[in-house]
């Protein structure tokens, strides 16, 4: 932050891309998650451009924040996806606000990935999806979801569900892949 140069300034970002890229020391891991984990929380949403958003998203996740990423995603008010759906965007805006100057960016879709790896639980874990971790995370306010990813294997398939009260899955893959639960 250039307007605050005799502070410390801690940022979604500048905690979540190095806890992303394998950069903290293990003695300090757990201090960096809780300072991420203090400024979601405070946020109470995203609070980053487009360049960090992915990173902060999978880090999040990682660390077992899916819900609080569930309920960034669909607040009614901006920043959140949810807010240009009742806006009655059909596509992302440049900016986190109603009626954004330009229309049509994907710089924001960084949500999808996690769809697929933080709601379905789909990460490979080996070249090839030959072997594949799923874990998938159904989020408190959703009831049903239905993922599908064609890998160079065949399709991967999680389907979730909430029976009385308790999420249950069925995953499907091609022969040949390898699941870790």
């Given at each position: 932050?250039?307007?605050?140069k005799?502070q410390?300034?801690m940022?979604?970002?500048?905690?979540?891309?190095p806890?992303y890229?394998?950069?903290?020391?293990?003695?300090?891991?757990e201090d960096?998650?809780?300072?991420?984990?203090?400024?979601?929380?405070?946020?109470?949403?995203f609070?980053a451009?487009?360049?960090?958003?992915?990173?902060i998203?999978?880090?999040?996740?990682a660390?077992?924040?899916n819900?609080?990423?569930?309920?960034?995603?669909?607040k009614?008010?901006?920043?959140?996806?949810?807010?240009?759906?009742?806006?009655?965007?059909?596509?992302?805006?440049?900016y986190?606000?109603?009626?954004?100057?330009?229309?049509?960016?994907?710089?924001?879709?960084?949500i999808?990935?996690?769809?697929?790896?933080g709601?379905?639980?789909?990460?490979?874990?080996?070249?090839?999806?030959?072997?594949?971790?799923?874990?998938?995370?159904?989020?408190?306010?959703?009831?049903?979801?239905?993922?599908?990813?064609?890998s160079?294997?065949?399709?991967?398939?999680?389907?979730?569900?909430r029976?009385?009260?308790?999420?249950v899955?069925n995953?499907?893959?091609?022969?040949?892949?390898?699941?870790?639960?």
């Amino acid at each position: 932050m250039f307007d605050k140069k005799n502070q410390i300034v801690m940022t979604q970002a500048a905690e979540a891309m190095p806890l992303y890229f394998g950069m903290v020391p293990e003695d300090r891991k757990e201090d960096v998650i809780w300072q991420l984990k203090r400024l979601v929380q405070d946020a109470g949403c995203f609070k980053a451009g487009e360049v960090s958003q992915p990173y902060i998203i999978q880090t999040l996740s990682a660390i077992g924040m899916n819900q609080q990423i569930y309920d960034m995603i669909l607040k009614p008010e901006h920043p959140s996806y949810y807010a240009f759906v009742l806006a009655g965007e059909t596509t992302l805006g440049e900016y986190w606000e109603d009626n954004p100057r330009s229309h049509n960016h994907d710089m924001l879709g960084h949500i999808i990935e996690w769809f697929y790896n933080g709601i379905a639980g789909i990460r490979p874990l080996e070249p090839g999806f030959s072997k594949v971790e799923i874990k998938p995370f159904m989020p408190e306010g959703m009831n049903k979801f239905e993922c599908s990813y064609k890998s160079s294997r065949g399709e991967i398939k999680v389907i979730g569900k909430r029976e009385c009260g308790k999420a249950v899955f069925n995953i499907m893959v091609p022969d040949g892949v390898e699941i870790v639960e």
